[in-house]
């Protein structure tokens, strides 16, 4: 009897660790899934605001300053990004995420020169495009089943 008891309770705290491991992926799985959608909204409000930004940037030294910052801000977000630890279901995609985020940060270090906006750089740059390939991939975040 006591051997029957005993195996029943080991049983039910297999399952119920087991329970709380799956939670906590869930968990982690959905963290992730929200860093990842906040961090591809916030590029894709960059892409739409800095065209603007790029032509105000030509004639008026605070849209430049302001183009300056928004770089520096889209540099912090993919470094804090790319430091993510994605679930197994998302390591693809993280990926493909990170290393659009390396060409990125190239093309916006070369915009920049000892930290100030060389903005001929910068229109010549691919930055737009890579920025559209990497929230391209909001779609694929979004379509995760945890």
Known sequence: ????????????????????????????SVDYAGEAQNYLESLSDFAQEAPQLVQDAAVDSEARQKLEEQLNIVVDELNAFNELEPPAIAEDIHQDIVVNNEKLLEEI??????GELVLEELENSEIMNTVNEITSLMDSIENLEF
């Open 109 to 114: 270090n070369t915009a920049m020169e000892n």
């Open 1 to 28: 009897m006591v051997k029957k008891l005993f195996s029943v309770a080991v049983i039910f705290a297999v399952m119920l660790l087991s329970a709380c491991s799956f939670l906590e992926d869930v968990n982690n």
